[in-house]
């Protein structure tokens, strides 16, 4: 997994909306909310297994241009609050 990451952070950094150190994803298992968040995740073991399941289901060739994670945008955001602690 670690291979694809610099493609990953290049391909969904390309928006203008994007700060640097940033990258963006989409979450929802119905409905897709972008969220904007730091680069410093990738390195987190939960957020890395939430890659996981993304490639599984999804792949990471996504068009609109952020990786897309099949989780709840609850569990997502409770998972980020802990991440920034």
């Known amino acids: 997994m670690a291979i694809r990451m610099p ?10 909306d994007v ?10 298992e119905k409905q897709k909310k972008r969220f904007v968040i730091p680069i410093s995740f990738l390195s987190q073991p ?3 297994d939430l890659l996981s399941q993304a490639e599984e289901e999804f ?3 996504h068009p609109m241009g952020g990786v897309t994670i099949p989780c709840s945008e609850d ?6 609050s802990c991440l920034r602690k």
């Open 75 to 80: 569990f997502f955001v409770d998972l980020t």
């Open 46 to 48: 939960l957020f890395q």
């Open 59 to 61: 792949g990471f060739d």
């Open 7 to 16: 493609r990953i952070i290049k391909k969904s950094s390309t928006g203008g």
């Open 19 to 28: 700060p640097k150190g940033h990258f963006v994803v989409y979450i929802g």
